[in-house]
Structure formats: structure tokens, C-alpha cells
């Protein structure tokens, strides 16, 4: 079933024939529309139905798949059971085979006729209407298939999940339905089929939670679907905001050898663990040890004689590297001996004492935790820059809020201060709350029937609400009233029960928040903000950031961190410092926040969490 | 010299009451422009001179800094060296200090006027003349101190580099330049000096490769700010471009466990390799053998004895097992030995036999190679997807085409083959080429004079030429003709000499491209291309990816991949397959091309090469 070329409608969508179902739909609620029209139309099955002819057509001019063995008794009318039509079709390539082997296109027409006899017959022609979804649209297109003119079984385009790629008209539909266009199929060019068994959509609606073990599937649910496009749309709309007000997009490193923030666990970067070769592994102990058990033996025995000495004197530096080599050796042996064990599971790696100074950069490095500091050096030469990209903690607590990768969008600006960083985080967060609302608006529909009806109304009020700005001490005022939990825990009923929209809470007390956050005049406080909004809790930190060399330079030592890996940093004060300050927004939380959902693993395409990660 | 709210004219950019130099030098082209306006500007000094004024000044209204020390004789006019006048400057608080110390603000008028005497006098009145740049523009701002009404020195302000924010009026220039406009500054709201000694920028014009050394501090230079701008141009216009033609950004993941081209070296990521704490390390040697040396040896001997026991039995696991414990346990007494002798080069870490069922994810993960596996499964259900993000290779050659981490453009259309998605990354890459011309063009004037002056007009023709599509054995055909090299080193001739524009390569020999691309009929060749340019070299490859699932499960068996690993990939065939494309930009190269350099560490803001991250 090759794809040809018929004259189709001009796609708004350039490089294809085919016509987004999207434009079909938008382009029916207008006068005359795209009635009457040949399209190519493609997507995937996401519900159908087969609707049986109530008497038998006549043979089709054009012969279809199995033309030899037309159908003779009319069949009662109705819905047909698919496996039922799906076992007869499957049988029918196998008898056509023994025709061809026993009688052959030669063979005389008797014997022909005669064996023919032998073959089940095909099931009566249907009509199959498949509402079909190629992404580009919440809502579906009806496509109806007559097979009597266009030869197929129920059984390869039926079921949920089929891909279909079809020429035809379109046309209203013969029955009234929320449908005003529908697509009547004159050529089907491509059909792939599903495994029903295997393929996790078959059941009916499985839950979000049930769906996270097949990310490769999900986005065919019309949820994720519209998750996905509300997701881009709020990824255009950053790029939109920062680039109307000046701010260069600047690509941090994903790897890094500077901890920006201090708090987090960090993943590691590094070519050091190599994996042992199937060779290798398959290297018999008897081999391994033919060579090296004596020498090991005997390097053990060195190795302590040597850590003996190394008692009675300290400075033996040659003597503790020959040890050393020699129980890299001994490590060797046992890792040949445990590969041999493993056989073929590919998990073992030659241990070694792992010397960073050999590691690919010559040096520890890691997944960046936080793009804000290297982002500062731009912003301090270019004025105002912002990142957006993926960023890491290995945090094993599984959690509604985090995962192992998070995207983030992060904003640096020269020449301005606490007060300054805040209106833009707040503004910046009403655009893409606006955004949402009018240019994804058929989502924004399905999700608030689908997920929650409140979703729309609360983009609207976080868009048109007045944003409290409240010092740290207030906000814990407030929260000591009504409960006796701590700040960070409880710091979501600010925005959910006491102001009911987003409220920004800044000056946090120095301990709580990273080093380069400016010092306030009270030297207990510090130039950070957060902006808590309801359902979701804090979805923006930001703050005026430390400009003063001696301070930071303090502030570094408080945090008991290494000064040679803030070297790079403290230049930015050495030389032409300013005041500066920028915020984090947390890309998944804000998707969470337009979707209506709950749990950024429901948004997230890839989850990488503790103990998963299975592509 | 705090940031007070004087009377600004409204920003265009919000946030600040400063005004961004790029919208003063636009608006001064037009009548009546900002002439008259007060503004406050902020920047860093690019280019700096004194002049002395002629005569002396009287004394200023308001004290000046060290108003106590007026000057006397007056100075010959003239611009003065820095340095001087630093060196007066800078003894003046010391010898303030003295008077407070020695006399103090009640002392008698006649022990002061003694004292003050002592102090050698301040340097006459200068007009400093900064240029001024905030990454706004190309173009710099003149903005002129009298200090004899604006207090500051010369050591202060003058050195390159140097931050300044100011507050004043905007000017017709009194001499004529090329400047139009320049800000007679009022007051001084900051200044952020510079260690002249310690600071890269102070000699002049270093060359780019020196100042790949200082990431932090280059984009302060003229060509490195234009260069990140028209990366960020090339950025926002990527969005645009896709976002245009109804693709969807599909964040896919950085850290992966497939391989998605199984050609290069992968990054690992890993938690297990644990930092020795400096207070393990400070452990001494005495302690940690005390305890282990003997168990050392004895485990090493049982350990000896099973092995030999397993040369006889392969079947003994947990003798293994114990074996492999007590190793553990003698390689963390070496690592104590080694710890201690590095002392507090915390380099060293607990080595251990790997086993990546205890790493984070349980299993091996890796930093993405491409995106474009992951991709696939968004578009074969939504149609058209991209992606946008670092991807990884721990290649230890230095070239000037590649380093270790590398921003890539990957799109992926379901319901298309080979000619649509070579369509698509030709327009893709022409919308490129004219989106810079039109948005950057002030930056493209600066990179055609210093950088490469036939810049533009590559851009124009790759805009508007026909790209000649042609097989790769064609390609072969020709460059034989020619050279006797290899097809891969000379692939750019053609670009370069041959056709003199883009020329796009297609259906490769299947050994050469990864195991997804689609097998052609011939069976040797794969629906594979490449888009080879001027200069550049390869900037975009792409292909129809394998939609039939017998055949791509052969591939898989064909270059002896781990099945397992790409069961999901599977599932996209097993279920629904489509007919499918895509293609990857390099985003660092598209840089290269625009701006007319030829190194990509020149364009890259943090550069990640072997041996090679210092922030």
C-alpha cells in the first residue's frame, strides 16, 4: 500500500499531501467549507465501529483483496464481533496458497472452480466508521470505509490504535451528530496494524498512573495529547516573553563542576565505569587465573608489607603507588572471575580505584542542578539572558512535585534588584497564564471537563489578580494563627485558604537559601523571594544576588564550600560587579498548574525517577 | 552610591527604570529623539579617555569626595596617565584617616588646616569619556563625567570593564563622530571597579582562543556579544519556525538507557562513585590497618582458595559472593591508604564492584546521544514533533566541529518519506538564513567586518538557491573524479567546489548510518541525507526511519544490539506504524555559518571538551 500522489487539497501544513485533522475540522465550521473535497487524510484509530450491510453489493469493478471467493449468503445485519471476521480473513492468504500450489493460475477451471469450493467464505461487505486522531486536533474525524468498494477486514483497522493513512472526499454526514464534516474513503494507502494483545490501549481508559510504564504510548491517549500541545504552547509562550523584552536565550552546560546550590544530591559524569565486553566476560577463570592468582597472591603481600612500612614512615609516595597498581591487578583478577559469574549480563564493569584526574574531564563533573549562576556571567555583559533546559537532582524520595530531571526556565538580569526581578517573575507568569487561555483554547476545554473544571477560571484570576508581596516574618505570622507545622510545609495555605491567589513571600532567612543570595542590612536576612499560587505551592524562586566581592567571599566560606570552584563566580564581583537579580520558574509544576493535574509524571514525557528509567 | 528612583523617561523594557543603550542609539536617529531626555544608563566601560580641563574649577557646590582636599596649582591640560592619578587618589583616605585619628572633626581649625597641608593634593577636574556597552547593541554609548560637578577618579571609572550606572541627560555631541547622541551624566548611582592586574580584558584584543579560557568573563567582548545574540536569534527563530508549521516541542530525555546511534562514546551517569569526605581521608593510617590489614590478608587468601575451588566447580556462587566481599573490603582499606596520602585532594573515592542494580536508576543510564528515538514516539502520535537541547558525545579528539556537549535541533513528521523531510530541513535551514538577515542585522555588520566579510552574502544565495538533491553514489561518482580521499573527508567539496551552494546527499550505504533508517529496495542502501554547505560541512542529517517491524528487528540483530533495550522502539512498529522522518540540525554549526567563524568553541558559551571544564 504505497503512498501515491493524488490531487489533494493544498495543505496549510507544508512537505505532506496529507491535511492535518485540525484543518479539516476548523475549516468545516465555515461556508462552504472543505465539503466535496479530496484530501488525504492520516492518524490513528481512537474508537470505531463496524456497521454490517443489510444485503450483499454487487462485485466492485475493481477486484479486492480476495476477489476469487465473493461472498454468497447474505448475512444478518449488524455489528460483527472483530475477532470473529479477523480469524476468517486470516485464513484466507493460506488457502489462496494452496490454490496456488495445488492448481496454479494454468490449471483448468474446473479443478480451479473445485477447489475454490474448498475456501471459507469472506465476511459480507461493512460499513467501518473510524473516528481517527492524528494530534493535531482534541477533537476526531469521522472516517467511514465501505468495504465493498475499498477492501479491508475489521480486524486490521478496527482496533484502537491503528494507523491509517486514506484518500477520499470529504462530506456531511449522513446521520446528525456533534460532527459536521466527515471524510468518505475512495483508497486506503497505508494501514498499520496493532498487536490487540499486547498493545496497552486496547483496555479501555487506563488510568494516568497505569500509563507512566508506557511513555512511548501515552501520548496516543487524548489526554497526554492535549498535555503535550498545552506543555508547547507554554514553551513558545517563554520564548515569546523573553525575547519581546530583550532577554538573550543563553545555553548553560547540562555538565558542570560547579554545585550552584549546595543542598542537592548531584549526578555524576563520567566514562570511568566501563562496561564489560561479552568477550571479556567469556573469558574463563582458568585463563584469568592461569595468569594472574600467584601474582595477586604475591602483590597482596607486598602491598602489606609496603602498608607496614608505610606505618612507620609517611612520605613511602612510590612504595603506596606500586601497592596500589598491584591491587588494581587483584581487582582485575575478581572482576574477571565475577564477569565470568554474571556470563552475559552486561552489568559488571572492571572496577578500579577511580582517579578523576583520569576521568574524561579531569575532574569530578556533574548534571547541573541549576543554570542561574553561569547564566549570571551573561547577564553580566549582556544585560538580560534567560535559559530554559533540563535540570538535575538525585533525589530518591519519589514525590508528586519531583523528579531526577526537571525542565526550568531561569532568568538573569544586570542593573536590577529584589524588587525589580519579583514584577518579572509575577508578569512573566500572567503571560503564559493568558497564553494558554487564548491560544489553546480547545484544550484548555478538554482538560476542564476532563480534569478539572476549575482550571480555566483559575488561569483567568491569576492572570487579572493583584499579586501580595509579603517579607518572610509576615507570612509566618500568618501561619503560626492557624497551624503549629513548619513554614515550608505549610507555606501553600498562603495561596490556598488565607489570599486565594498567588502571593510572593521574600526575605527568608539566610540559612534557607543558597549563598549567593544578597545579605540583607539586618545580616540575618536575605534578598529571596518565592511565589506560592494555589494548588501547586511555590512554582518561582528568585533572588537579588550577592554583588559585593568581601560578602560573597564570606558567605562562600559560611557554606563551607571549595573557593576554587567559585573562582570563576567571584570574578564576576572583581571585575565591573552590579547588582543583579533573577528567578527559577519550575517548567513542569507550571504545566500541572494549566493542565489541572496533579503530578508532574503525568506531564513530564520521559519520567527519570529512583529506580526508573526504561528508554 | 545607592540606586535612588529619579525621573526617567518610560523604558520600552520594563522591570527598570534604566534605558537599554540599543533603544537611546535607535531613537537618536529619529527628530526630535531622546536630546533633552533624562534617562538612567547602565553598562560597562569598552573604551575610555581623560581629558583635564584647562583651568581649574571652583569649587563644586556640592563636596565632592574628598572635599576637604581641594585642589591648588592647576594642572597642565592634557590626558593624564591612569595609574597617577590612581596612586594620588588612593593615599587620600589615608591621610583623612590621619587628620580623624590625629584631630578629628573638633579639633581646632589651625591643628586641621596643619594636618591638611600634609595631604598631597587631588588631581584637578577631568572630563572622563566612557563608552559605554550593556549588550543591548553593537554600538556603544558616549557618556561624559565632568568631575569636577561628578565626583569620581579616574582609577575608578576609566579601566575597561569596568559597571557603571548613571543618571543624566542625553545630549547633541559636542565634538562631531559618529555618535549622535551621548549622556551628560548628572549623578553616579554605581560603580563596580576592576582589578586591572587580575582581569583577561584588560590587555588588548585577545584573540579568541585565548578567551575561550575566560567563559565568564568573554561575553563582554564586542564579537562574543554579537555572536550570542545571533545564536539567540537562530534560537528564537527555530521555535518559530516549527511552532509555524504546527510542530509540538517534545522535551525528550537527557539521561537515557537506549543507544540511539550506537556509533559513539557515551557519557555514564551514575550516583555510586561516593567523594571521600576530608574527614575520611583524614583518617590515619594506623587506624584504618589496625583494624583491616589482617582481614586484608586472610580475605585475600580465602579468596585465593576459592577461586582455585572454582576452577574445579563453576557453580559455587556464594563463595564467589564472599570472595568478592572481602575484596571490597580490601580495596577500601587501600582507599583509606590512598585517601591519606592525597590528603585533602578530595579526588579520590570509595572504590567499589560496581553494580548498577544499586545506581540510581538501577540500571546503566547514559547521556543522550540524539534525540531523535524518543522523539519518534511523540510524533507517532501526534505527527509532528520536535526537540531542541544538549546532546552528549565523550569524544576525546579535539576538533573544531565538535566538543562534548553540543545543542541540536531535532525534528520528527509521522505520514512522511525521504523527499518531505528533506523539504522540511531545507526550508527549515533557509528560514534560518533569512530570519538572521532580517532580525539581526546590525550584528551581521559587525560580523562581516571583523569577521568574515563574505558573511551576508552566503546567508542571501543559501537563502535563495536551488539545493541539488543527488545520490550518494552520484556524490561518489564526482568526488572521485577529483580527489582519491575518502567520501567523508571530502564530502564538502562538494558544497565548497562543486555546486558552490547546499547540496543535499541521500540513500547512504546502509553500514555507514544507524540501524533505525529505513532499508531501501536495493537492500544496500538506506533512505538516509545529509545536507552538506559551504564552509560548514555537514549541518543537517536526517532520513525515513524503518516503519516495518521485521525488518527493523533484523537491523537490530544486524549490529548486534541489546534487543531488550529497544523493545519500546519496537512497540512504535508493533502497534499503529507509520510511515515516518526526521532530521538533526547542529545548532553550533548553523552558529558557525552565521556568524563567519570556524570554531565552535567560539560560539558555544561553556565549552565541554576531553580534559576540559573549569566552571
Known amino acids: 500500500m504505497e503512498s501515491q500522489e493524488p490531487n489533494v487539497t493544498k495543505s496549510p501544513l507544508m512537505y505532506l499531501n496529507r491535511v492535518p485533522v485540525k484543518t479539516i475540522l476548523e475549516g468545516s465550521d465555515a461556508e462552504p467549507g472543505f465539503v466535496g473535497t479530496t484530501v488525504v487524510v492520516g492518524g490513528w484509530v481512537k474508537v470505531s465501529k463496524e456497521v454490517k450491510e443489510v444485503m450483499p453489493q454487487p462485485p466492485p469493478t475493481s477486484p479486492p483483496m480476495a476477489s476469487d471467493a465473493r461472498p454468497s449468503p ?4 449488524g455489528t460483527k464481533d472483530v475477532s470473529c471476521v479477523e480469524v476468517l480473513q486470516s485464513r484466507i492468504p493460506f488457502f489462496t496458497t494452496i490454490i496456488r500450489v495445488l492448481g496454479g493460475s494454468t490449471s483448468s477451471p474446473a479443478v480451479r472452480q473445485k477447489l475454490e469450493s474448498l475456501i471459507p467464505k469472506p465476511p459480507p461487505p461493512s460499513i467501518f466508521f473510524l473516528q481517527i486522531n492524528d494530534g493535531s486536533s482534541v477533537s476526531n474525524l469521522t472516517v467511514v470505509i465501505d468495504s465493498a468498494t475499498v477492501p479491508v477486514s475489521a480486524g486490521q483497522i478496527l482496533p484502537t490504535g491503528t494507523c491509517v493513512l486514506v484518500h477520499g472526499v470529504l462530506e456531511k454526514p449522513s446521520a446528525h451528530g456533534k460532527q459536521t464534516i466527515e471524510l468518505k474513503v475512495e483508497k486506503i494507502l497505508h494501514v498499520g496494524t496493532v498487536e490487540q494483545d499486547k498493545y496497552p490501549l486496547s483496555r479501555k481508559r487506563l488510568p494516568l498512573d497505569s500509563l507512566r510504564d508506557y511513555p512511548h504510548i501515552r501520548p496516543r491517549t487524548t489526554t497526554v495529547a492535549s498535555v503535550t500541545r498545552i506543555r508547547s504552547g507554554l514553551d513558545f509562550a517563554t520564548h515569546t516573553f523573553f525575547q519581546n523584552h530583550g532577554f538573550l536565550h543563553v545555553h548553560v552546560p547540562i555538565i558542570t563542576t560547579t554545585d550552584s546550590e549546595g543542598f542537592s544530591e548531584k549526578f555524576q559524569v563520567t566514562t570511568l565505569l566501563r562496561e564489560t565486553s561479552k568477550k571479556e566476560a567469556s573469558i574463563g577463570v582458568s585463563d584469568a587465573d592461569g595468569v594472574s592468582l600467584e601474582t595477586v597472591e604475591a602483590a597482596v603481600k607486598k602491598k602489606s608489607s609496603i602498608v607496614e612500612e608505610l606505618k612507620r614512615s609517611d612520605s613511602n609516595r612510590e612504595a603506596l603507588a606500586a601497592a596500589l597498581q598491584d591491587l588494581r591487578k587483584t581487582n582485575e583478577l575478581a572482576q574477571q572471575v565475577d564477569s565470568r559469574e554474571k556470563s552475559k549480563a552486561v552489568t559488571a564493569v572492571k572496577p578500579d580505584l577511580v582517579n578523576f584526574n583520569e576521568d574524561f574531564f579531569g575532574r569530578q563533573s556533574y548534571l547541573t542542578v541549576s543554570g542561574r549562576l553561569h547564566l549570571e556571567s551573561y547577564a553580566c555583559a549582556l544585560g538580560r539572558v534567560y535559559s530554559f533546559g533540563p535540570r538535575f ?11 531526577a530531571e526537571m525542565w ?19 508578569d512573566y507568569f500572567k503571560f503564559l497564564c493568558r497564553w494558554i487561555l487564548d491560544n489553546c483554547s480547545e484544550d484548555m476545554t478538554f482538560v476542564s471537563k476532563r480534569i478539572d473544571k476549575t482550571v480555566v477560571h483559575r488561569l483567568e484570576y491569576m492572570d487579572s489578580s493583584f499579586y501580595d508581596k509579603i517579607p518572610y516574618r509576615e507570612a509566618v505570622e500568618i501561619l503560626r494563627k492557624v497551624t503549629d507545622k513548619a513554614f515550608e510545609t505549610q507555606i501553600h495555605y498562603l495561596a490556598d485558604e488565607h489570599y486565594r491567589r498567588p502571593v510572593i513571600v521574600y526575605d527568608y532567612p539566610k540559612a534557607v537559601k543558597p549563598f549567593y543570595v544578597r545579605l540583607n542590612d539586618d545580616g540575618k536576612t536575605v534578598a529571596a523571594f518565592e511565589m506560592v499560587v494555589p494548588k501547586i505551592g511555590t512554582v518561582v524562586t528568585g533572588s537579588q544576588n550577592e554583588e559585593r566581592f568581601d560578602i560573597l567571599n564570606t558567605r562562600i566560606k559560611e557554606f563551607d564550600l571549595s573557593k576554587d570552584q567559585y573562582e570563576w563566580y567571584l570574578d564576576l564581583r572583581r571585575h565591573g560587579t552590579v547588582k543583579h537579580s533573577g528567578f527559577s520558574l519550575g517548567f513542569d509544576l507550571m504545566v500541572l498548574l494549566a493542565t489541572g493535574l496533579t503530578d508532574v509524571r503525568d506531564v513530564i514525557p520521559f519520567i527519570r525517577s529512583h529506580g526508573k528509567t526504561n528508554n
Chains 1, 2 share one sequence.
Open 74 to 77: 447474505p448475512h444478518p445485519p
Open 393 to 403: 537532582h538525585a533525589d530518591k524520595t519519589v514525590s508528586a512535585k519531583h523528579v
Open 408 to 426: 526550568t526556565v531561569e532568568a538573569e538580569m544586570a542593573f536590577s534588584q529584589l524588587e525589580d526581578v519579583m514584577k518579572c517573575a509575577e
